[in-house]
């Protein structure tokens, strides 16, 4: 089942999002539903809070990077209950987009390196280190569940002049090719 994108102005996008356990409702059916909404979207990563649910699971299919970002080779994965411990690296910045934010593309800086632990689709815990590209995109994901968006990185003239067009989103006035829906 395909769910419906939540839009930046919806409350949930804001919420901190908590750890599931394995008896979580209908959890295979759910994560199912993860991967087809992010496909479906045309999407490289998608964050529960993003289809109105607060819980810490994000999935990721980096792989169509592969040709100029080698390290995304096999990027393709769930997190869930997912904890970064530790950053490290010279930030760099990289063209964002979000599901979220339809048609915004701005520049963002991240740490290069992040240790993040997690469980797989079967509960099994990991605990591991990122660059490159798939520490970028886990970081992005990551922020939703910590209620953060990547337009919150922009610098203040930067925000400023995409307020308008947030606004409009924020009323759902934005064309996408996948169903979205504003939390009211
Ligand atoms: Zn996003």
Known sequence: MIYP???????????????????YPDFKQFMENMWETMYHADGVGLAAPQVGKSVRVFV???????EDYPETKDFKKAFINAHILESEGEPWSWNEGCLSVPKIHEDVKRPAR???KYV??????????YEGLCARIIQHEYDHLDGKMFVDHLSPIRKQLLKSK???????DVSTDYRVKVEK
């Open 166 to 172: 947030l606004q409009k989103i924020s009323k759902g």
């Open 60 to 66: 990721i299919d980096g792989t169509v990077f592969e």
């Open 120 to 129: 797989d689709e079967n509960f099994v815990e990991h605990d591991e280190w």
């Open 5 to 23: 994108i939540y839009l930046y102005g919806s409350p949930v996008l804001r919420k901190t999002a908590v750890d599931i356990t394995p008896d």
């Open 114 to 116: 992040i240790r993040i």
